[in-house]
């Protein structure tokens, strides 16, 4: 990632934080006052926040510092500026085995995926939620783009349609979610993964569309602190099960590392008989594994 990047990142990291001014009033950090905490001087940040600063390097700690970083956010502070933290502790590491046993322990469904939303996989829960055949996962598996969840959404192959409960819900379905995964992988945007999935979805037309139409802003309001999409519920309108509506929550990154992204999709009480069918439909909890899809 560029200087120019990496100031948009600061940018939006500063106006995440806010503070109380001395008549006691909420507001939003200004460079001013990012400046203070930091050490610096209001031009210097101002510089950072631009790109305009040749050698970020003796920026970092003083940034880090001023946010309150704990070890492994710095390491990524100092990756998304183009360097190497060397004292970054050694990043959770998420096994087959690991992963095989979280998935398959609770009886709700469960997927893995990347940062970038590739599948790594997901449990027979999950699988039979949304209609995975055997024919649709490998449908999933095959061209360049593999088995990405975008492609799930927009590849009528996937009937994604049909589950999200119609057209005009499907629609705010799809642009929530494109709002969210430009928000969450803005720092990705310079990766060849990235790329290579903007470029294979735009061959789907209602994507390239809503694509254009959808916030490229890092800093948008999109979820709790951990990331949790800002949604009550996810609704599913299974076609032999009924409406099966969840709590969708995401497993904290330090125990699979920040690259892996866990969800649970708790089912929400009022359709707890609609579930219970699902789930007796399954005699064994199953993984289904996919080749994983590097973000650099």
Known sequence: MGNREFGIFISALRRQHTFFDEQGV???WTQAELARRANLSTRQVSKVEQGAVVDLRS???????AF???ESEKAELYTIAGFVYSNTPKPPTHTRAALELFLRQFPYPMTARTILSDFVAFNTYYQTLFGYTTDKIRHLNEGELGPNLLRFMFDPEFDYLTYIGGESKWRKDVRLSLQFFRARTFRYIATTRYRQIIEQMKHFTAFDRLWDLS??????????PDGTPTRPF????HPEFGLLEFMPLRVPPRHFGPLLELIVLVPITAREDNYQRLRASIQQNKLYFFDERPVE
């Not at 920026?59 to 510092?65: F, G, R």
């Not at 916030?215 to 709790?224: F, K, T």
């Not at 996810?234 to 309108?237: E, M, P, R």
Request: no cysteine; aromatic share 0%; glycine share 4%.
């Open 26 to 28: 909420l507001r939003q």
């Open 59 to 65: 920026m970092l700690d003083p940034l880090a510092h």
């Open 68 to 70: 309150q970083l704990n």
């Open 215 to 224: 916030s490229n802003d890092p800093h948008v309001e999109l979820g709790d």
């Open 234 to 237: 996810a609704s599913v309108h």
